[in-house]
């Protein structure tokens, strides 16, 4: 496997990005990514706008096709497989900017998984019909379990569209929860959550990642980021410029000089 300049080896990755490429028009978005993720890491990836951060999460997670590279999740490559299918292998992100849940309750919205429920298959229904009704009912109480956890339990019932763009991010965070991957890719889960929710979120983060979940982490808001993560990979220009712990990535000559130069 080729390693980027400054990309640690890693002996148990859970995932694993190598020579990744996707442009659009003339524009590298990724150029030649390459990194991996520890198992058992909170990750951090960081970079300045338009580095190509969120461009790497739907390439990993099977919404964007990578023009070259490829990409592994537990083992299994992965590469130009479906999102719901790479969700099968443990690995699930959520967006950015969540999206419209349109005529849905938040209740509902959480039982929208990325996985396939039992209850999808019709063959279920011949075999085990009970199957389908204990995962349903497991599922509902899991999922109050986790709005409650996120102190969003009174959003219940509400219209998914009619609550506040931070709620939207913990929403979109607690679905993400409910299908326990063991990978989870978060795109800017702080962005435009008050303080007081966004210190709620970093302790559920450290909670699940305790319990065994792996993230992998772009953030914008560099404390947040610094204090969570360990190791951070930096990309600049959809290139991986180094890897290494919070302190040293801080002190970087040439990460400060990315972010200076406002990548392009
Ligand atoms: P980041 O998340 O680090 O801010 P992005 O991955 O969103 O960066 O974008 C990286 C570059 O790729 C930007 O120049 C952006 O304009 C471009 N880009 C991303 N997605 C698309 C797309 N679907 N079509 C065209 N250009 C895109
Ligand atoms: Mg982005």
Not at 6 to 34: C, I, M, N, W, Y
Not at 134 to 162: K, M
Not at 204 to 215: A, P, Y
Request: charged content about 25%.
């Amino acid at each position: 496997m080729t390693m980027s300049e400054g990309a640690l080896p890693k002996e148990d990755a859970v995932l694993r990005v190598d020579d990744l490429q996707k442009s659009f028009g003339g524009l590298a978005a990724t150029d030649h990514a390459t990194f991996a993720v520890e198992r058992g890491t909170i990750t951090g990836l960081i970079g300045p706008n338009g580095a190509g951060k969120s461009t790497l999460f739907n390439l990993i997670s099977g919404f964007y096709e990578p023009d070259g590279g490829t990409v592994e999740v537990n083992g299994t490559d992965v590469t130009g497989m479906e999102p719901y299918q790479v969700a099968e292998h443990g690995l699930i992100r959520t967006f950015q900017t969540p999206r419209k849940l349109e005529g849905m309750t938040v209740r509902e919205a959480m039982l929208v998984g990325p996985r396939k429920q039992p209850g999808e298959s019709f063959l279920t229904l011949f075999t085990s019909p009970g199957t389908v009704a204990e995962s349903e009912s497991a599922n509902l109480a899991e999922a109050e379990r986790i709005l409650e956890d996120f102190e969003i339990d009174h959003l219940a019932t509400q219209p998914a569209t009619d609550i506040s763009g931070g709620q939207m991010k913990l929403v979109e965070l607690a679905r993400a929860m409910l299908a326990e991957p063991e990978v989870l890719l978060l795109d800017e889960p702080v962005a435009g959550v008050n303080p007081t929710l966004a210190k709620k979120l970093k302790g559920q983060i450290r909670r699940l990642n305790e319990q065994g979940t792996t993230f992998l982490l772009i953030e914008h808001d560099m404390e947040f980021v610094m204090d969570l993560a360990d190791p951070i990979v930096v990309l600049d220009q959809g290139h991986v410029l180094t890897e290494g712990t919070p302190e040293g990535v801080r002190n970087d000559d040439r990460v400060i000089d990315a972010y200076l130069g406002g990548g392009r």
